[in-house]
Structure formats: C-alpha cells, structure tokens
Nanobody, 114 residues
Framework: VQLQASGGGLVQAGGSLRLSCAAS????????MAWHRQAPGKQRELVVR???????NYADSVKGRFTISRDYAKGTADLQMNSLKPEDTAVYYC?????????WGQGTQVTVSS
C-alpha cells in the first residue's frame, strides 16, 4: 500500500483546510485509515482514525472541528478541518493498516497563523 497525502497549506485562524489521502496498491484489504500529526518539538499524535465499519476516533482537541470521510472503493480518506487554531499547526500524516502492517504517507504541512 502506498499513501499520497495532499492539501496542506497556510491559513488564518478560524479558517478551513481539506486534506486528502489516496491509497494505492492493495486497498481492498485496508482495515483502517487515519490522520496523525506532529508539531515541532512534540510527539506524533493521532488526530482521527476510521475503521472499516465506519467507527471513528477523534482526538479531543479536534472534536467538533475536524471530520474524516472515507471512500472505501477509491481508497481515500479526507480530513475536513474547520475552525483551525494556531495549535493545529503541524505536519499531518496519512496512515493505513492492513492486517498487522502499517503504512505512512509523506507528511503535508498545515500552518495556522494567529
């Protein structure tokens, strides 16, 4: 499985961005996709995960502001980010699980200015 992330950029606080993750390869056997992020000097953290049954798990810090959507046939997982805050500034990484294997996409930078 290969993951390609896109959609990062610079936005003012209160603005919105949409990140896209496109998987290729054995997408039919992906059992979960997620977005993680890593801010400078901090550990990588889970933003949101979506399982094949549609169950989602959002970080408390993004609940009510971020929404993940997944197209199972296309192997995509998009992240709509609204009401962005400066503390959302980070490199965002797409992630997928297939059995016991995990896959990471390249990061995409999100910068929120105050």
């Amino acid at each position: 499985v290969q993951l390609q992330a896109s959609g990062g950029g610079l936005v003012q606080a209160g603005g919105s961005l949409r990140l896209s993750c496109a998987a290729s390869g054995s997408i039919a056997t992906i059992n979960a996709m997620a977005w993680h992020r890593q801010a400078p000097g901090k550990q990588r953290e889970l933003v949101v995960r979506i399982d094949n049954d549609g169950t989602t798990n959002y970080a408390d810090s993004v609940k009510g502001r971020f929404t993940i959507s997944r197209d199972y046939a296309k192997g995509t997982a998009d992240l709509q980010m609204n009401s962005l805050k400066p503390e959302d500034t980070a490199v965002y990484y797409c992630y997928a699980e297939r059995g016991r294997k995990t896959y990471w996409g390249q990061g995409t930078q999100v910068t929120v200015s105050s």
